[in-house]
Structures are given as C-alpha cells and as structure tokens.
C-alpha cells in the first residue's frame, strides 16, 4: 500500500514545488513593480482621463481604495509579467505524463491562447476603451460632473479585459472542438448565420449600451471564429495518433 501511494506522494509534492515557484516569481515582479504602483493605476486609467471634460477628475469614495486599487492594478501587472514563467512551471509539471502527439497540439494551443488573450486586452485599450469612455463622457447630462470611483473603475476594466480576452480565443475553441470530434468543420459553416447573431447578442450583453462599443466586440468575434474555422479545416485534419512516449 505504501509502495503505491509513493508515486501519489512524490507528484503531490512536485506539484507544490513549481505552485511555490509560480507563486514566488509572482511576488518578486510584484515588489520590483510597487514603488511604480501610482504610475500603473494611472497608465490603466489614461483612456478615461483623456476623454473626461476639463476640470473633471476621478474620485476614491472609499477609505482605502487610494491605496488598495493601485496595489491590485500592480498584481495584475506582475502575474501578466510572470506567466509564462507560471505556464512554464505548468508545462514541466505534466508534459512528463503526455504522448509525443499531444505534446505537439498542447503546446501551441497554449503559447496562442495566451498570445491572444492578451492580443484582446490590448485591443480593448487602445481602440474600445477611447471610444466607449469618448461616447460616455459626451452622453453625460448637462450639470453632472463624469468623476468616476477608482474601484469601479478598475472592475469595469477588468470585465472588458476578460470579454475581449475570451473573444479573442475563439480560433483556438473552435480548433479544439474540431480536433476533439465534438464538431465538423462543415458544421461550423453551416451555423455561421446563428454565430454572427449570437456575436451580437453576447456583445449587448457585455459592453456599454452604445453601439460602436458592440460592433467592435461583435465583428472580431465573428471574424476570429471565421478563422478559426479556416485554421480547423487546414491544420487539424484528424491524423493517426502518436501513442509514443516522449
């Protein structure tokens, strides 16, 4: 009994080794990044200052959010600036247990994700953020000040970041469907129709109630499923399996 709990034990405690490694590497870019804390928040909140009138500013209704937002906005840098350390750590941790086939899908799919989720970030910064704040700023009523909480702020950020993160990882959902049997790509053509409304649908859902702001979530949503259906037809035709150990 001991003999077979031996191998449970030695992986468990592999596993704590690189989640203590990931978790270190962390915790370093995050102190190197915490005198610059203030210049972070403000660089995440450069698309709402540009497009808030002239006098306006924005407000901490909170206590302590002054202190706390900028330190979240600073861990959020340093998992981003530490990931692929952590994805590294993730890899080593379970490529041993995987055929050379699956190494080979596993890898890219990985390294694409991750490209793209950020891809989507930066599309929402620097093209949606402008646009959505721009539209908001001008729909404020005459005698209302826009000066908008800190915090909410930063969670407002944070749901655009996730939707167009996730968006942008439609080519690699719609591989994987493909490639694990669930779907074909004579499917995924024939329900384009249905994709594109549902493109809508989820982008009325998730961004502000102006239209430019859901058009520019909806279109890429679209277009990235019309290529990941091309890159399904091209690259993950199902090929006889690799049953070789690496």
Not at 134 to 151: L, N, Q, R, S, Y
Not at 159 to 170: C, D, N, S, Y
Request: proline content about 6%; glycine content about 6%.
């Amino acid at each position: 009994m001991q003999q077979d709990l031996q191998p449970l034990i030695e992986h468990l405690i592999e596993l704590r080794n690189r989640l203590v490694r990931a978790a270190l590497a962390i915790l370093v870019v995050f102190l190197i990044l915490f005198n610059w804390r203030g210049e972070l928040y403000h660089l995440l909140a450069s698309p709402l200052l540009a497009a808030l009138p002239a006098g306006s500013h924005m407000i901490a209704t909170d206590v302590t959010s002054s202190f706390f937002v900028p330190l979240k906005v600073t861990g959020m840098v340093a998992f981003l600036i530490a990931l692929p350390y952590c994805l590294y750590q993730g890899w080593a941790f379970v490529a041993p247990g995987l055929y050379q086939h699956e190494k080979r899908l596993v890898m890219p799919l990985l390294i694409s994700s991750v490209l793209l989720f950020v891809v989507g970030m930066i599309f929402a910064y620097f093209l949606v953020f402008p646009v959505v704040f721009g539209f908001m700023a001008k729909a404020t009523p005459e005698g209302v000040a826009m000066m908008t909480d800190i915090d909410k702020y930063l969670s407002f950020v944070l749901g655009m970041f996730l939707a167009f993160g996730v968006t942008f990882e439609t080519p690699v959902v719609v591989m994987v469907l493909v490639r694990m049997g669930l779907v074909s790509v004579e499917k995924l053509r024939e329900i384009r129709s249905y994709v594109i409304v549902g493109a809508f649908v989820i982008a009325a859902i998730v961004t502000p109630p102006d239209v430019l702001s859901q058009v520019m979530l909806a279109v890429p949503l679209w277009l990235l499923y019309e290529v990941g259906v091309v890159l399904a037809a091209w690259l993950m035709v199902p090929k006889p399996a690799d049953t070789e150990r690496a």
